[in-house]
């Protein structure tokens, strides 16, 4: 079975600033899809980002980027240039037959 | 456009009461999912129907019972529920059932349930 493990319950950043949220995962499969999924209180989940195994070079949206190390099975989220509007939990899934949710971290962004 | 609506926002309701929740995606997705979120947890998985079709049923009790009447609209008909279903639920819905390269899961908003 797959699992996703995101170590960081809460974490916070100034305004500005860059921030990188953990996550890695088990997984006997060699092709499937990693998310990071951002949540705000607003409770809508909203697609961060998107990476397909098969691919070495790392996905990278605006602001956002990842670094996808697959023989270590790790999946971490960097966020540069932190904005309020990033305060949010951001979940982190693993996909082959159906998406598995890491437990989140709840990321704080301070004035 | 990537939305997918959900209705009501929020449902309160009596554990003799019947109620359903309704999503409905017109990207032409062909694969909707419904999701069960407690506060501070990730998603469970509930249930995903492919092409129209029950593919997945994460063993959820018999008093939620899903009906996709067409491939843009997933209702969650609810039925004698306890104070423990109080939750977030949430629909989703991909381009293509998993494994097929198009898996990209879009959300609605959620309906807010408190069962009392």
């Known amino acids: 079975a797959q699992t996703v493990t995101q170590s960081q319950p809460e974490m916070s950043v100034q305004e500005a600033e860059t921030v990188t949220l953990s996550c890695t995962y088990d997984?006997?499969?060699?092709?499937?899809?990693l998310f990071w999924y951002k949540q705000p209180p607003s409770r809508q989940m909203i697609l961060v980002i998107r990476?397909?195994?098969?691919?070495?070079q790392n996905a990278t949206e605006n602001r956002f980027s990842v670094n996808f190390q697959k023989a270590a099975k790790s999946f971490s989220l960097k966020i540069s240039d932190s904005q309020l509007g990033d305060t949010a939990m951001y979940f982190c899934a693993f996909t082959y037959n159906d998406m598995r949710f890491g437990a989140g971290t709840r990321l704080t962004v301070k004035p | 456009d990537t939305e997918v609506t959900q209705t009501p926002k929020h449902l309160v309701m009596g554990m003799t009461n019947k109620k359903s929740l309704k999503c409905e995606q017109h990207?032409?997705?062909?694969?909707m999912y419904w999701y069960k979120q407690k506060a501070k947890k990730p998603p469970e998985l509930m249930f995903v129907y492919s092409y129209e079709k029950l593919s997945i049923n994460e063993s959820v009790p018999s008093r939620f019972s899903p009906e996709c009447p067409n491939s843009s609209l997933l209702n969650l008909h609810l039925h004698a529920l306890q104070p423990e279903d109080s939750a977030l639920y949430l629909c989703?819905?991909?381009?293509?059932?998993?494994?097929?390269?198009?898996?990209?899961?879009?959300f609605g908003p959620g309906t807010r349930l408190l069962v009392l």
């Open positions: 990207m032409g997705h062909r694969a």
């Open positions: 997984t006997s499969e060699s092709n499937y899809y």
């Open positions: 990476q397909e195994a098969y691919k070495q």
């Open positions: 989703a819905s991909s381009q293509a059932p998993q494994r097929e390269g198009r898996e990209t899961q879009y």
